[in-house]
């Protein structure tokens, strides 16, 4: 797979995912991802990004400001 910016090459590696939300900051860490390695772009796949979807809409109900956690494959 080729970065669809800029046509580099995709290794795969664990970045920082961070929410910025209305009434919190939500930072999601070790999450797997496909990074560039000309341009630094990353790409989540599909499974990852819906997970992160959950994890964010599941602690921005209960987060006040910040968050801080571990990317987890399943629900806790
Ligand atoms: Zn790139």
């Given at each position: 797979?080729?970065?669809?910016?800029?046509?580099?090459?995709?290794?795969?590696?664990?970045?920082?995912?961070?929410?910025?939300?209305?009434?919190?900051?939500?930072?999601?860490?070790?999450?797997?991802?496909?990074?560039?390695?000309?341009?630094?772009?990353?790409?989540?796949?599909?499974?990852?990004?819906?997970?992160?979807?959950?994890?964010?809409?599941?602690?921005?109900?209960?987060?006040?400001?910040?968050?801080?956690?571990?990317?987890?494959?399943?629900a806790a």
């Amino acid at each position: 797979m080729n970065c669809f910016f800029c046509g580099g090459s995709m290794e795969e590696g664990v970045t920082s995912h961070v929410v910025t939300l209305e009434k919190c900051i939500i930072i999601v860490k070790n999450v797997p991802c496909l990074k560039c390695g000309q341009c630094g772009e990353t790409f989540f796949e599909d499974s990852v990004a819906e997970r992160l979807e959950e994890i964010v809409s599941t602690l921005q109900t209960v987060v006040t400001e910040i968050a801080v956690v571990e990317f987890t494959r399943s629900a806790a």
